[in-house]
Nanobody
Framework: VQLQASGGGFVQPGGSLRLACAAS????????IGWFRQAPGKEREWVSC????????HYEDSVKGRFTISRDSAKNALHLQMNSLKPEDTAVYYC?????????WGQGTLVTVSS
């Protein structure tokens, strides 16, 4: 099982970025998968996830209405579209997959929002 995150970068406040997480070794359609982030000096926090089967999306309150999570079944990939970015969104973003009994993590991609 491997998760490869990409798409981070530097953007000004109000800008957009699209993160991608390529999964291998398993079909992400069958498992809960999502995004976490860790800002400098802070603990890692959950951002968004999509459940199995119905594919229900969930978002942390501060990103609701700005971020959209989606699965690309054909490419076995997970995306996070981030709009209206704020400086407080600056963090390393990690994709996460829950394959019981353990979690798997990607290597992280850095998002910096600054003027």
């Amino acid at each position: 099982v491997q998760l490869q995150a990409s798409g981070g970068g530097f953007v000004q406040p109000g800008g957009s970025l699209r993160l991608a997480c390529a999964a291998s070794g398993f079909r992400l359609d069958y498992y809960a998968i999502g995004w976490f982030r860790q800002a400098p000096g802070k603990e890692r926090e959950w951002v968004s996830c999509v459940s199995t089967s119905a594919g229900t999306e969930h978002y942390e309150d501060s990103v609701k209405g700005r971020f959209t999570i989606s699965r690309d079944s054909a490419k076995n990939a997970l995306h996070l579209q981030m709009n209206s970015l704020k400086p407080e969104d600056t963090a390393v973003y990690y994709c996460n997959a829950k394959l019981p009994p353990r979690d798997y993590w990607g290597q992280g991609t850095l998002v910096t929002v600054s003027s």
